[in-house]
């Protein structure tokens, strides 16, 4: 037992070193942060800030959720979206096809209720995917000869049992060639303001007592051993940034949460 250093000046950062991705910027749009590098004439890809609103799927009724989502959908320009009931787990779905048919016509977006899952991908244009955050890290995936997309949502559980690798697998089912895929790591909880304990230190493979861990920096590494070859990460911290975004951990769980969602748009 260490006792006596109840704050240790000097904690470490683990996982930084392994930020191989390059830094983007996502930028501000009023409601959203936007990727503007990766998007095009039919991709568009984000995050929702704080004052869009909470997105969050636990704590809003059926009713409101609809409501939410389908103006997200419509304000992107999109006539379906699907939205998953995340919990910390790694499995990934394929949302496509038939079953997306918008009942109501171009005015009203289909929303779809994805169930239990923490990444979804896609090849359909028009469906419009989510993944809720404020900390946890949105793994935005893409396919650069267009066949599909894809987001998966990453936090220590998440990361500990290997989402991101399900997810690269789930768009390589879809079609994508491996080396073919872009990661965009996006905003999320820096490791300057991500600090743990053993459980979590154990879970990650780090070891220790207590340390500061940058899941992005672990994610990089994780995406670029799985054979991906184009990993850029946010510049944007939820916590510490000045971009106005939720943070469970700065709001001490009080935050809402943010949409972050990629798609194609029918053209
Ligand atoms: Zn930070």
């Known amino acids: 037992m260490s006792a006596g250093t109840p704050d240790s000046p000097a904690i470490r950062v683990l996982g930084a070193e392994a930020v191989a991705g390059r830094r983007l910027e996502e930028q501000t749009d009023g409601m959203e942060l936007r990727l503007r ?32 989502y389908g103006a997200l959908a419509r304000r992107l320009g999109f006539d379906a979206v699907a ?7 790694t499995e990934v779905l394929r949302v496509d096809g038939a079953a997306l048919a ?3 016509g171009e005015s009203a977006p289909a929303v779809l209720l994805a169930g239990r899952v923490d990444g979804l991908v896609t090849t359909r244009p028009g469906l419009l995917l989510v993944s809720t955050a404020a900390d946890c890290i949105p ?36 079609g994508a060639r491996r080396e073919d895929l872009e990661i965009h790591l996006g905003p999320g909880i820096c490791g300057a ?59 001490g769980g009080q935050a809402g949460r943010m949409a972050a969602f990629i798609g194609a748009r029918r053209t």
């Open 37 to 68: 590098e990766w998007e095009g004439s039919d991709l568009v890809a984000g995050i929702t800030r704080a004052r869009a609103g909470d997105y969050s799927v636990s704590t809003n009724g059926t009713d409101a959720l609809l409501e939410a």
């Open 193 to 251: 303001c991500y600090e743990v304990d053993a459980p979590v230190l154990d879970a990650l493979g780090l070891g220790g007592e207590r340390a500061r861990v940058d899941l992005r920096g672990i994610l990089a590494s994780r995406a670029l051993a799985a054979g991906v070859r184009a990993v850029t990460v946010s510049a944007h911290c939820t916590r510490c940034g000045a971009a106005g975004l939720h943070s469970h951990r700065g709001s």
């Open 83 to 89: 939205v998953p009931r995340q919990v910390h787990g």
């Open 102 to 104: 918008a009942p109501g």
């Open 139 to 174: 793994v935005y995936l893409r396919d650069r000869a267009g066949r599909g997309v894809g987001l998966a949502h990453a936090g220590w559980r998440g990361v500990a049992g290997g989402i991101l690798d399900r997810a690269v697998a789930a768009m390589t089912w879809a």
